[in-house]
């Protein structure tokens, strides 16, 4: 038997990022081609329906590449089994990786506390007076909010919004701008600014953070679901002014997605 690589918190993800070979697939006949899209749909309906594992598949809006799955599952030994799966699941050497990105989902060391809300928001922002009933509601929407949002970091069910967005990035670490070296409370505090910022997106924007130092070329994958692409342009957009972003962040690649039903995901690719 081989051993689960299960990490002791959180799941593991893989974003997996394919060209189609088309010279292939016109070699494949009609018989063929029903099988491989048949395999295909059956595999994603054996991971769809394994324990605590969720697939988004999606079309890649731009020739970087045609086809993209977010996997998450907690053992790293089951997400490379699918992996392999996935890849041949329409023949060999038609799906060919383009890119592709492994992290872990983590919670955080930065989690914004009642009380500092409370003081930096409610007080300091807004000018609540703590004994009002709007302090109170506001207080009870922050900690229903947080408990959900520290149960999805760890353990989230992603919606199918349409449209996804990924992109890899990592805190720099030159000179007089190292992040790392930075002690934590300045970096709670400027944590505690990109969080307010990310905050004014909630309903329009579903972000998951995932970890990735140590596993991947750079420290997080930034994952965005969105059902209007202006929100992922101007939440970026307002970010980098954040000083997190504008002096510490430094950003990979992005992939724009679409997640699409199978079927309309063949038509979409010309399978
Ligand atoms: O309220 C809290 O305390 C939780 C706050 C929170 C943390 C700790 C948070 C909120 N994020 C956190 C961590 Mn985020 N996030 C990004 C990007 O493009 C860019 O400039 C940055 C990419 C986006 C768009 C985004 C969105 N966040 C992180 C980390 C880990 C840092 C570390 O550990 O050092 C990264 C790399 C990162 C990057 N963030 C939010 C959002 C949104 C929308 C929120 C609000 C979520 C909500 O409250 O509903």
Redesign the pocket.
Known sequence: AVTPLVPREGWHVMHLFYHVDHAQWAMLDDEDRRQAKTRLTELVQEIRSTDDTHLLVFSIATPKADLGFMLLTPDLQVANAFEKRLTLSLGPDILTPAYSYLSQTES?????TSAQYSEETLIGEKGLDPESPEYAAAMKEFEE??AH?LKHRLYPVLPDWPAICF?P?S?RRSGADN?YSLPFEE?KEL??G??R???A??GR?L?L?T?STGLDEH??G?T?LAKDTIDIKS??YE??F?E??ARY?E?GDFYIGMQLPLSELFRRLCL
Request: proline letters at 0%; aromatic letters at 18%; hydrophobic letters at 40%.
């Open positions: 955080s060391e930065y989690t914004t909010r947080m949002y992109y990035m805190k992040w970096r944590m505690g990109h969080a910022t990310g905050r997106y909630s924007i972000q953070i970890g420290e997080w930034v965005l939440i970026v970010m980098r954040d997190v972003s962040g950003f």
